[in-house]
């Protein structure tokens, strides 16, 4: 009998546990004053959203770690079940990026979160300014986090020491690492990934590759007139294809977030380099994906960076491979700016927009035919005229010939970069790719 009443009291306790967060405000003790800042974002958005609909019930669910934070929020016309939608899909974010158990922020108007005086302060200020554009609101929130301390981490002044995971993957022209450059200028640096149980069709030595990135490269230049990527090249002239394999197989790889996970593990085997950028060609197919982009947080003592690089997937659509490559480079760079005129409208989209345009014909268009053009008419993110939107792909570092006053990704303060900026800071955004030189 005694043994049945422990089991029961240890199955309650390990009952409590599981559901612990749920309805449970945040701790007084962690009062992190940007994870509670950052939140407040998500309040706001609350609130317009109860302006809208008065009877309804909306919830905000938050996690906070050493000054990182996940968030999410979630409204209805039941609030218990409002309630289990906001914490499993904060729990779900926060497990992916490693930002502790989720708490209860706020319920409708009022903040649960157990607020210190000195946050008290802080919260009420915010509140009270005047609603202006956030530029922290328009991140990505899927990122992979690496520690650049971890114990595999490999930096890439010391890619040299990188080893073949299989010896049959050794051939003769291949290279895990990033060769000597020939040049010091912004450019693009090309990874040929491989799942662990890929058949090496070997595209980085038989020129596969390098036929897509030089095509890719002859339609920007045809289709601005003037501009096309700097290629990081071998002194011999070629292009540099670096190799990776992955630990993952290919149907692993089909589970969870591929470009975020190949981005991840190219960063995690050096290739960060503050003045590249890097495009990926991932041998296989990812579900019905052509290309998507891979960003990642990189953890260091000055503080997180973030590296995005573009992903195209070989095996998805293989005729499309240029343009696929194209068109994630653009993303990676910031655009299309949520500014531009006909930025996507996406209801579904914590941004209410999407980073597409909704016209036909273009490369960064949400529509699949004829996706060729390159802003044709100059008005969305390729040398436009629109002062709402400072960022400009026309500018871009990457591209040569280079202008006098080149942009670099659009970073703001925390070193993430924004899908839409209200000025560009050429000094931060140099300043937080310097934190790369560790």
């Not at 960060?272 to 041998?283: G, V, W």
Request: glycine share 6%; proline share 3%; with cysteine.
């Amino acid at each position: 009998m005694i043994k049945l009443l422990w089991i029961i009291v240890l199955s309650l306790l390990w009952f409590d546990n599981v559901n612990a967060g749920l309805k449970q405000p945040g701790p007084g003790e962690d009062n992190s004053t940007s994870c509670i800042i950052d939140t407040l974002d998500a309040y706001k958005e609350v609130q317009e959203y109860l302006i809208k609909n008065p009877k309804n019930y909306a919830v905000v669910y938050m996690s906070c770690n050493s000054g990182r934070w996940s968030w999410n929020w979630k409204g209805g016309k039941k609030l218990e079940s409002v309630h289990k939608k906001s914490f499993k899909a904060c729990t779900k974010n926060s497990k992916k990026n490693g930002t502790g158990e989720c708490f209860l922020f706020s319920t409708n108007d009022e903040i649960n979160w157990k607020l210190n005086d000195y946050s008290q302060k802080v919260v009420n200020k915010t509140l009270n300014k005047k609603t202006e554009h956030n530029e922290g609101k328009y991140v990505s929130d899927g990122s992979y986090i690496i520690d650049s301390s971890s114990e595999h981490f490999v930096k890439y002044k010391e890619q040299t020491k990188l080893t073949y995971k299989y010896p049959e993957d050794d051939i003769p022209g291949r290279s895990l690492y990033d060769l000597e450059d020939i040049t010091d200028d912004y450019q693009v640096h090309a990874i040929y990934i491989l799942a662990s149980d890929s058949k090496d069709k070997q595209f980085d030595v038989n020129g596969k590759i390098e036929k897509i990135v030089l095509k890719a490269n002859k339609h920007l230049k045809n289709k601005t007139k003037e501009k096309q990527f700097r290629l990081d090249l071998t002194k011999e002239g070629k292009l540099d294809v670096s190799f990776l394999r992955v630990d993952k197989t290919k149907k692993q790889m089909q589970t969870g977030d591929a470009a975020t996970y190949l981005m991840g593990m190219a960063v995690k085997n050096g290739f960060y380099h503050p003045k590249k950028l890097y495009t990926i060609f991932y041998q296989d197919k990812y579900r019905d994906e052509g290309g998507q982009v891979g960003d990642v947080k990189i953890l260091l003592d000055k503080g997180l960076v973030e590296v995005n690089g573009g992903v195209t997937y070989m095996g998805g659509y293989p005729q499309d491979n240029w343009s696929i490559h194209l068109h994630e480079l653009f993303h990676a760079l910031g655009f299309v700016q949520l500014c531009a005129p006909n930025a996507t409208i996406d209801k579904s989209s914590r941004w209410g927009k999407d980073d597409h345009l909704s016209i036909d014909g273009d490369i960064m268009s949400d529509r699949w035919a004829d996706k060729n053009h390159v802003d044709k008419k100059r008005k969305e993110y390729y040398g436009h005229t629109n002062i709402n939107c400072p960022m400009d792909l026309r500018k871009s570092a990457f591209l040569e010939p280079t202008e006098e006053n080149f942009q670099l990704q659009p970073y703001i303060n925390s070193c993430v970069t924004s899908r839409w900026i209200k000025k560009y800071n050429h000094q931060r955004s140099l300043d937080c790719l310097a934190r790369l030189e560790f």
